[in-house]
């Protein structure tokens, strides 16, 4: 079954600090991942996007995430953390295999900043 | 540019009562979708529509009905709503192509009572 694992639910990191959340994907055709950020309140904005190619790829906001085949991850980084990243991330997958497309998203992950 | 629009924005119901969530899209998108999510259970599709006149279930449909007569609308209606359909719902939509981002609405918070 088609699924993804984000297993860290709450992560709390240093403001300047390094960052990384962990998605682990489970798809049985050639996946498009995806990670959004959620702050309060809002809806879901997209930070990047990868479909093929250069398994690194850039986003919005100084976030980048390194698409690893072998270990069916997509985690997501970024070297210095600013206050203003605190938000719910979550980690999608989608692409072909009947299912129009559709994404499937994991539970997220809740990132706290302490100053 | 509105993007994808969401009304209302916080709705209470009580028990048995029936209403329409609102989405609309002016991105000329042909692929809409509704999603609930839940604390610690992320987002969950509830029903899809490709195009115009086409729509079909998604992951968690039941007690939910929608419809899509334009391209720009589509509406959730919850029937004879129950507390466990207390959420907060999205609308996204995106363009032609599976690899295209979802854009999404601010959502609605609704309670059952």
């Known amino acids: 079954a088609q699924s993804v694992t984000q297993p860290d639910i709450h992560i709390t990191v240093s403001e300047g600090a390094s960052l990384e959340l962990r998605c682990n994907y489970s798809y049985g055709a050639t996946p498009y991942l995806f990670w959004y950020v959620q702050s309060p309140g809002q809806g879901l904005q997209l930070l990047l996007k990868?479909?093929?190619?250069?398994?690194l790829v850039q986003g919005i906001k100084g976030f980048e995430a390194e698409f690893k085949r072998s270990q069916s991850s997509f985690n997501l980084r970024k070297p210095s953390v600013h206050w203003s990243d605190a938000a719910e991330y979550f980690c999608a997958v989608g692409g072909y295999g009947g299912s129009q497309g559709n994404l499937i998203f994991g539970k997220g992950t809740k990132l706290s900043v302490k100053p | 540019n509105a993007g994808v629009t969401q009304t209302p924005k916080f709705q209470v119901l009580k028990t048995g009562q029936s209403m329409t969530l609102q989405c609309a899209q002016d991105?000329?998108?042909?692929?809409m979708s509704w999603y609930r999510q839940d604390p610690g259970m992320g987002l969950r599709l509830i029903h899809y529509s490709v195009g115009a006149g086409i729509t079909d279930q998604g992951e968690v449909p039941n007690g939910y009905n929608v419809s899509r007569s334009t391209t720009e609308d589509f509406p959730l209606r919850l029937l004879s709503a129950a507390p466990s359909q207390t959420s907060v719902y999205f609308c996204?939509?995106?363009?032609?192509?599976?690899?295209?981002?979802?854009?999404f609405g601010n959502g609605t918070r609704l309670t059952v009572t």
């Open positions: 996204a939509s995106r363009r032609d192509g599976i690899n295209s981002p979802l854009h």
């Open positions: 990868y479909f093929s190619g250069d398994t």
């Open positions: 991105m000329n998108h042909e692929y």
